[in-house]
């Protein structure tokens, strides 16, 4: 009896000092970590990122990629190739382009994974195609179709955002600002703060929709046109339709039905014009 209460005690202590060891090389492997110097532990993040880039892992990648950008602001460049890359794993295509970018611009084409980032934003631009592709089909495919109740809760939902009194006058200001903040600027790379392609501004007069284009031109200067539209007797539901190749949208003509304003190419903006078009339309016809 003496003899088992021995072994138990010594079993226990054994047990003890095993967790107790344990404990203090969790803490020095630990404390080995923070304790090295910033940049040091940046490359090791970062080849833990390779590390896990090469076996796919890619939340873990991004989990090592966050730690990284918390220990400073200035990163080495391999950063933002791999921040790019892991990116695109999480359908973050827009973080992906601005890092793969940033990267480029830093490395110029001596870097490291110039050509691996150049493949990785065409991957980006092709993924974009076929997503505006099958959000223009989806909006081709479905007519705007607006029952009473929704008709009156949008109204007066627009009433509420832009504190007027009558519904005319939020679905005008609503028209316009969606017209100023969609419109269509030519070119590639598209600079907002220049004035280029048209600008749109809707007025409503008795039974008509004015709309007053103002288009700039390659001198610098801008020309004006008009167009009035009656309500009454036109389809409410406008439609419209899409460009891939010239990365634009239109709303069509409610009576003509040809292309009319032209915007930024943008299903679901242009989507959300044709819809606020078709309130104002039923609205000023008695709906």
């Known amino acids: 009896m003496m003899e ?25 492997v630990s404390f080995s970590a923070f304790a090295l110097p910033k940049e040091i532990e940046i490359d090791r993040l970062l080849l833990g990122v390779e590390t896990s880039v090469s076996e796919q892992q890619w939340d873990k990648a991004n989990t090592r990629l966050i730690a990284v950008k918390a220990l400073d602001d200035e990163l080495p460049a391999a950063f933002y190739y791999y921040r790019g890359k892991v990116s695109i794993e999480l359908n973050d295509n827009q973080s992906a382009k601005e890092a793969l970018e940033y990267y480029l611009e830093q490395e110029g084409r001596e870097g490291e994974f110039y050509r691996a980032s150049l493949e990785l934003l065409n991957e980006i631009e092709e ?20 029952e009473d109740s929704e008709h009156k809760k949008y109204i007066q ?31 590639r790379y598209r600079d907002t703060r220049k004035w280029l392609g048209s600008k749109y501004q809707i007025q409503v007069r008795g039974g008509d929709v004015s709309i007053l284009e103002k288009r700039a031109n390659k001198e610098g200067g801008y020309s004006l046109n008009q167009d009035s539209i009656s309500v009454y007797g036109v389809n409410p539901y406008l439609k419209t339709q899409c460009d891939i190749v010239g990365d634009q949208c239109w709303v069509n003509h409610p009576e003509t039905g040809q292309q009319w304003l032209e915007l930024e190419y943008d299903s679901d903006a242009v989507s959300s014009v044709a819809e606020a078009f078709s309130h104002l339309i039923r609205y000023m016809q008695g709906g």
């Open 127 to 146: 993924s974009e195609v076929i997503q505006k592709t099958e959000r223009t089909r989806q909006s081709m495919s479905s007519q705007l179709v607006i």
């Open 4 to 28: 088992r209460a021995i072994k138990m005690t010594g079993l226990k202590m054994f047990r003890s000092i095993r967790v107790r060891l344990l404990v203090t090389v969790s803490f020095l």
């Open 157 to 187: 939902k627009l009433k509420s955002l832009y504190l007027v009194d009558q519904g005319r006058d939020a679905l005008e200001l609503h028209i316009n600002t969606l017209l100023s903040n969609h419109r269509y600027i030519p070119g």
